[in-house]
């Protein structure tokens, strides 16, 4: 009779001290990063791929991860068609309760044999309600994942240039319109692009340093992306010379944030972030509240933005500033994600609104 594998346990260590052990499911390495949490019941493939979560030790506060696999890499008009991102973007993952069995017609293989064919930790049998409420109690922390007595220093993430590490190295074409958008890659979740050629239009996809008048276009885009939006000076002054230009700019997540820095205002970083796929907005200028999925750690202070403009949406949670708006020129910009996938499809009329902006 075979006798069954003995699983591995693994630390994680917070910076203020705390310990969990859990049972490790994916690849055994130590590391460090930024604990953070995410409230989402489903979407752990899009998650995990998810630029925004460079650097970060993710936590699903959901049960039964796993339960349906992992999707094939299909790559369709050039990005994949189930993943946000060509690679897995967390430095590490932590549930509550791994799925070993998963079943679903979509799936091509398990979650714990691509986390361990991607080298990344994970740990399950995490008591994540109690990790969570210390999270939204004291902020989001430092933290390692231990194996085998392999300790490490804590690292914090934010203190490097992580949108140089996910932005694309070369400008490249998608699609074909009648008009072209020009995308500033900080980090671009795929489901973007996907967004914009569903309405026809074609996307050139530029890095995040790159020169923006040496582009043709009819509009700017700026993408999410990771980090502290302060450490994009080269994004921040194209940006401004972009604004004084008159070109239509729309910006989601960190592209908000860069945004909002070009033009005079301030960023600051929020006690724990946002994420998840359920966070209420409601516009500024009438009664429409609308649920939205987010990512980030950062946000804009609406209380600095120049007189010419205005906030656009603010969070209903915490009266955090959700986006904002040119009085008069063809400018915009949101903290959320419009083109979630998985996720509410509420704002998605952002884009058609941005495209409108360019005629």
């Known amino acids: 009779m075979n006798k069954k594998k003995r699983l591995s346990q ?3 260590v917070v910076e203020d001290g705390s310990v969990f052990t859990g049972t490790s499911f994916g690849y055994e ?13 489903v979407g752990y493939p899009e998650s995990l791929t998810d630029p925004s979560y460079r650097g970060q030790i993710l936590v699903l506060t959901y049960p039964l991860i796993g339960n349906y696999g992992v999707p094939s890499n299909i790559i369709q008009e050039g ?11 967390i430095s ?16 091509s293989g398990s979650l714990s044999e691509w986390l361990i064919t991607n080298h990344i930790p994970a740990l399950s049998g995490v008591d994540t309600r109690t990790l969570t409420q210390k999270l939204r109690e004291k902020g989001t922390m430092l933290g390692k994942i231990i194996f085998h007595d392999e300790d490490i220093e804590l690292a914090d993430p934010n203190q490097r240039n992580l949108v140089s590490e996910v932005s694309a190295q070369e400008p490249r074409l998608f699609g074909k319109g009648k ?11 795929h489901n973007i692009i996907r967004s914009f050629l569903e309405r026809n239009v074609e996307v050139m996809r530029v890095p995040w340093n790159a020169r923006i008048d040496s582009f043709e276009h009819d509009g700017l885009f700026i993408s999410n992306g990771p980090g502290d939006p302060k450490m994009c000076k080269e994004t921040i002054a194209q940006l401004r010379k972009a604004v004084n230009r008159k070109t239509p700019i729309f910006g989601i997540c960190l592209g908000h944030q860069l945004l909002a820095r070009a033009v005079g205002a301030s960023t600051y ?6 994420r998840g796929q359920n966070q209420p907005v409601k516009e500024t200028t009438g009664n429409k509240c609308y649920v939205t999925s ?21 969070n209903l949670n915490d009266g955090t500033n959700e986006g904002m708006i ?5 400018y915009m910009s949101v903290q959320f994600h419009p083109e979630s996938s998985p996720g509410p499809v509420d704002t998605s009329w952002l884009f058609d609104k941005f495209i409108e902006m360019m005629k």
């Open 179 to 189: 008009r072209r958008i020009l995308l500033i890659d900080c980090g671009c979740k």
């Open 29 to 41: 390495g130590s590391i460090s990063g930024e604990v953070v949490f995410n409230t989402g019941m």
């Open 92 to 107: 590490a993952l932590i549930v509550s309760e791994y799925s070993q069995a998963y079943n679903h017609w979509n799936a």
């Open 294 to 314: 987010q990512n980030h750690s950062f946000a804009v202070d609406a209380t600095t933005l120049p007189k010419d403009w205005k906030p656009l949406f603010v």
């Open 269 to 274: 970083k929020l006690p724990y972030g946002h």
């Open 10 to 12: 693994g630390t994680l």
């Open 326 to 330: 040119h009085k008069s020129g063809s």
């Open 79 to 89: 990005i994949s068609r189930n993943f946000e991102s060509n690679n897995i973007q």
